[in-house]
Nanobody, 118 residues
Framework: QVGLVESGGGLVQPGGSLRLSCAAS????????MSWYRQAPGKERELVAA????????NYRDSVKGRFTISRDNTKNMVYLQMNSLKPEDTAVYYC???????????WGQGTQVTVSS
């Protein structure tokens, strides 16, 4: 059974750090592109960061460049999002997403809440 389970969210003060984790199961993780999205109240879900299954290359939305780092561990079927220098505008539910190429499939986790507030 396919599953993506996020963890690591919580309440943090501005300038603080959090590390999100996503545990994958039930599909070939090493051959799947992985990404983190977020959705704030009243806003659309947006891509935060992505990491390739082919060469490990990464890309980030402009607002998090230099503050967030996405990484993956194919031996543990895990993907991570290290978030530093957090800002109130980073407050959102963060989702893990997997994209499998063959056969094509997209999987989402249930999300983890991140709240940045003093």
């Amino acid at each position: 059974q396919v599953g993506l389970v996020e963890s690591g969210g919580g309440l943090v003060q501005p300038g603080g750090s959090l590390r999100l984790s996503c545990a994958a199961s039930g599909f070939t993780f090493s051959r799947s592109g992985m990404s983190w999205y977020r959705q704030a109240p009243g806003k659309e879900r947006e891509l935060v960061a992505a990491i390739s299954s082919v060469d490990g290359s990464t890309n980030y939305r402009d607002s998090v460049k230099g503050r967030f780092t996405i990484s993956r561990d194919n031996t543990k079927n895990m993907v991570y999002l290290q978030m530093n220098s957090l800002k109130p505008e980073d407050t959102a539910v963060y989702y893990c997403k997997a994209v499998r190429l063959t056969p094509a499939a997209v999987y989402w986790g249930q999300g983890t809440q991140v709240t940045v507030s003093s």
